[in-house]
């Protein structure tokens, strides 16, 4: 099956028993080159690797080097080693990774957060991260609202359906990538509200972080302030250096090409018209 | 003294940041945001050096003098072993 997700051309192979149904929608039919390849298989055991994991946030990460080759494993970390229900493999560039599958999981319950992780990562190689968010797409421009959770992130984004007739792209997770000057939103496929592809990518109009108050605000967002309150709403890869460099230069493009707001704001009307004034 | 391994130091978006790698996330959580000063000593300490060799360069570098360099350099220290990180 040959799909475009995030601008990003992959090739996923899979048993015929799987079921790879989420992906239908994102289905393309594109003569670029494959940019990543995914094997998911079946397996009726799957030993951890023998390196010692990295374990952040209960996902164990090992590095393993045979001859000058990297490879990357991760599975969730308080599974038996000796016998997982499920393994990533990730070659050293981000080009090719097998996703196996013990044969007594139910696939759609473990493909989520396995293909959550597995993106969260991949993106960073293509100029991008994916972030904590309600996605919206107003007038062809894309909006994010982050904020803590509980934040009001979905109340806005329903707010912005209801009053301004705004698509709804993603309500928990946003991808943003920057690329040649101009920085991207896209929408999840595992968990799009509106999953159409056509109507899950837009041109990132601005990043709003969303703060509960009693009377509406808004303010532009110094650089300096940026980093600050944006980190905390992104999904980082503590795991390794190498991938969080990669993840910081990213956050610094986006940070550096689209412009930041702080909202405080009630979940009323008057602070969807008063963030439309910004954006015109 | 010397940092501790297992975080880098970036500027993003003219901020200069210190995250945490593995599990360092746990015992620091979030970010240090640094002003110049401060990171150029970040720097400095990522390989072994004392206290002389901070003033030094800090004089060197900023064109301070030498007490508010010690100042400066007394105070960064103190934050970086209240957070545990030399």
């Known amino acids: 099956m040959r799909v475009n997700i995030f601008d990003i051309q992959m090739k996923l192979n899979a048993d ?17 080159p494959v940019d990543f390849e995914l094997d998911i ?36 970390a308080d599974e038996n080693p000796d016998r997982l229900d499920s393994l990533l493999e990730i070659d050293e560039n981000w080009k090719k990774a097998t996703l ?16 959550d992780l597995l993106f969260r990562n991949l993106i960073l190689y293509h100029d991008g991260i994916l972030v904590k968010s309600s996605s919206i797409k107003w007038k062809e421009h894309g909006i994010v609202f982050t904020a803590c959770p509980d934040g009001g ?29 101009n920085v991207w939103m896209y929408g999840t496929p595992w968990r799009s509200i509106e999953s159409n592809p056509e109507e899950n990518k837009a041109r990132l109009k601005a990043v709003v972080i969303l703060e509960k108050a ?12 940026i980093i600050k309150r944006f980190y905390p709403r992104c999904f980082l890869p503590y795991f390794d250096q190498l991938h969080m460099e990669k993840a910081l230069e990213n ?8 412009p930041f707001y702080v909202m405080q704001c009630k979940p009323e009307k008057e602070a969807v018209d008063m963030l439309a004034q910004w954006l015109v | 003294m010397k940092i501790k391994d297992g975080y880098i130091i970036r500027n993003i978006a003219d901020n200069w940041i210190v995250v945490p790698l593995g599990e360092k996330v746990v015992e620091f959580n979030g970010l240090l945001s640094l002003n110049e000063t401060a990171a150029f000593l970040w720097r400095q300490l990522e390989n072994e050096c004392d206290e002389d060799d901070l003033c030094s360069a ?3 570098e ?20 209240d957070k545990k990180l030399i």
Request: with cysteine; net charge neutral.
């Open chain 1, 41 to 76: 298989q079946n397996c009726n055991h799957i030993d951890a690797p023998k390196e010692k994991p990295v374990v952040v946030e209960n996902i164990a990460w090992a590095t393993v080097k045979e001859n000058d080759a990297k490879r990357y494993y991760s599975f969730v």
């Open chain 1, 153 to 181: 992130k979905s109340t806005q984004a329903n707010l912005w359906k209801k009053h301004k007739n705004a698509l709804i792209v993603n309500d928990e997770m946003s991808a943003i990538k920057h690329q040649n000057d």
């Open chain 1, 16 to 32: 015929a028993s799987k079921n790879l149904e989420t992906f239908l929608p994102f289905l393309s039919s594109s003569g670029l």
């Open chain 1, 214 to 225: 009693e009377k509406n605000h808004i303010r532009k967002l110094e650089r300096p302030e």
């Open chain 1, 100 to 115: 196996k599958i013990s044969d007594t999981i139910f696939l759609d319950h473990q493909i989520v957060p396995l293909m």
């Open chain 2, 62 to 81: 900023f064109e301070v003098d030498e007490l508010t360099a010690k100042k400066d350099i007394d105070e960064f220290l103190q934050t970086l072993k």
């Open chain 1, 251 to 258: 956050l610094h493009n986006i940070i550096t090409n689209v």
């Open chain 2, 58 to 60: 800090l004089m060197s």
